[in-house]
């Protein structure tokens, strides 16, 4: 009988044992902790090693350039102290994201994918709205979408809506995958003689049909789920911040795991703080592959939840009196380190010229960690089309091609990466479906004018938003609501137009309805639509009409 058998039927066991002594208490405490229970085993660190390229480059020809895409995880727009603001009131500089902008392009009117991780990542990696292959809602385990529905409300706050008539539609989280019948861009360019590699966060499916390495990915190193332990909650190098408010936040430190999987091998526990080891990973990557063209997909998962910092960045940072604030800085800074290294590394191989360097964010800032400032100027949070949801920094490097210091002012999605790195690989996008992405160079570069895009798309639910040059419609669904805002007036959404303007309302709800029409039944159904106050973020007292949205998820 395997390990795995045991563990699950000594828990069943406990089940019955923890039902007949209180079973309303039971039944909360093991809906939080049996995702845990039954993970995998998780073994001992161990060395990682990068197939190598060749020892030198091919001779003859014009090398196609290296494409190297970092993702960072919940990273609230005024996170950065690019544009003179930052976290903390910029107690936290982030020269080595900030020199990705200043040595290339800073896209200022970035939009991402989705308003919540993982579609934001299928809509990278295939060029598409996630929407248009059902990919609509995050992956979460049932057990979560239960946790959450079943916490007590804040104070003030409008219930969540929990779909337990739904629940006879839901799949297994390890099913939740982009289609195998989508092309990813690993798939594209690995057609190209790429060599394809991922680091970090997937979150696109844990099946083996879904993983990596079926995706195009020539090697992998990271975690499927949507969220990973940074240390053990008990080691000496780490200072951590719960968030008792936050049902997530339970969640996660209750089952989450300190591991990492390489390829499709057992789990492992990492050698060190996780950033920084995906960091030195890169690195390593960068130098084997040093000699061929290849794709580094660096999805770090800062600073997503669980609020973990590294001791050292924590006490480097003593100026900041407030805990929580100060563990979520600590947290930044390792990112930008991080970062740092990677544009070192390509630097210190002779590779900076040639590589076309992508730097965005999955989404904006979440409401759930407390911390009001993380998207300023913009309202809004993760899990809303407000701009704080979805209008993201959005950086592209290639020295090559591109002359440093550049500013971009026209809306671009991260839709857009898919064509852009494609078209500077030489592949020619596939012509088999919509590719709602476009090749941005050109327009970088001036030899292309206008907008890239005259209409961008976003929905989950019955909660979705159009971006129609200047115009910009929400509807939302629960509670039954439309906002109508000129973002070239307005950047930051405060005047709500819908009222005074019905003309330009009724335009744009006809053209929502289109982009609606053309997208597919979401492969699994959302169990929960969760309330997210557009200006107060969760743990923070709220006037009671105070504005908010329902997420659908």
Not at 286 to 304: C, D, S, T
Request: proline share 8%.
């Amino acid at each position: 009988m395997s390990l795995r058998v045991r563990r699950i039927g000594a828990i069943a066991l406990l089940l019955t044992l923890l039902a007949a002594l209180a079973w309303p208490h039971a039944r909360d405490y093991l809906v939080l902790h049996i995702v845990g229970w039954t993970a995998p085993h998780v073994s001992e660190s161990r060395a990682v090693n990068w197939a190598s390229g060749p020892a030198s480059q091919a001779p003859g020809g014009k090398r196609a350039p290296n494409i190297v895409l970092i993702l960072a995880d919940d990273l609230g727009y005024n996170d950065l102290s690019l544009s003179g603001g930052g976290v903390a009131e910029g107690a936290v500089p982030t020269p080595s994201i900030n020199a990705i902008a200043q040595q290339g392009v800073n896209l200022t009117q970035g939009y991402a994918g989705n308003a919540t991780c993982a579609p934001s990542r299928a809509a990278i990696l295939t060029g598409r709205y996630a929407t248009r292959f059902g990919f609509e809602f995050t992956p979460v385990p049932t057990q979560f979408a239960k946790v959450i529905g079943r916490f007590p409300n804040e104070p003030g706050r409008p219930p969540v809506i929990y779909h337990a008539e739904r629940e006879a539609q839901a799949i297994a989280l390890d099913d939740m995958g982009i289609p195998t019948s989508e092309i990813t861009l690993a798939e594209l360019l690995k057609r190209q003689g790429y060599h394809t590699i991922h680091l970090g966060k997937w979150h696109l499916g844990s099946a083996p049909q879904f993983r990596p390495l079926a995706a195009g990915f020539d090697e992998s190193l990271g975690f499927y789920p949507g969220a990973s332990m940074y240390l053990p909650e008990d080691s000496p190098e780490v200072v951590n911040s719960k968030q008792d408010f936050d049902p997530i936040d339970k969640f996660l430190w209750a089952n989450l795991p300190f591991a990492v999987q390489l390829n499709n091998e057992a789990y492992f526990k990492p050698t060190g703080y996780l950033t920084d080891y995906l960091g030195d990973q890169a690195v390593a990557a960068i130098q084997a592959n040093a000699k061929r063209p290849f794709f580094l997909y660096v999805a770090f998962n800062a600073p997503h939840t669980p609020l973990q910092a590294l001791k050292s960045d924590y006490e480097a940072l003593a100026q900041i009196p407030d805990h929580r604030l100060r563990v979520y800085a600590a947290m930044i800074r390792a990112l930008d380190r991080n970062v740092g290294k990677i544009t070192a590394a390509l630097k210190a191989q002779g590779l900076d010229d040639n590589t076309l360097l992508l730097f965005t964010t999955d989404n904006g800032g979440a409401n759930y960690i407390g911390l009001p400032d993380i998207n300023r100027p913009y309202r809004g949070w993760k899990a809303s089309f407000f701009e704080g949801g979805i209008h993201v920094p959005f950086f592209i490097k290639w020295p090559a091609q591109l002359a440093a210091g550049g500013r971009y002012e026209q809306p671009v999605a991260h839709v857009d990466m898919f064509a852009t790195a494609a078209r500077a690989a030489g592949a020619t996008l596939p012509a088999d479906r919509v590719v709602d992405g476009v090749d941005l160079i050109p327009y970088l570069q001036g030899r292309e004018t206008g907008r890239p895009h005259q209409t961008l798309y976003w929905r989950s639910g019955d909660y979705a938003t159009l971006l129609d040059g200047d115009w910009k419609l929400q509807v939302s669904g629960t509670p039954r609501k439309d906002w109508l805002f000129n973002l070239k007036d307005d950047p930051t959404e405060q005047v709500d137009l819908a009222a005074r303007n019905p003309e330009k309302l009724a335009e744009l709800k006809a053209r929502l309805a289109e982009y609606n029409g053309q997208m597919a039944k979401p492969l699994w159904p959302a169990l929960l639509e969760a309330p997210i106050r557009i200006d107060y973020p969760l743990g923070v007292p709220a006037p009671a009409d105070a504005a908010y949205v329902y997420w659908s998820n």
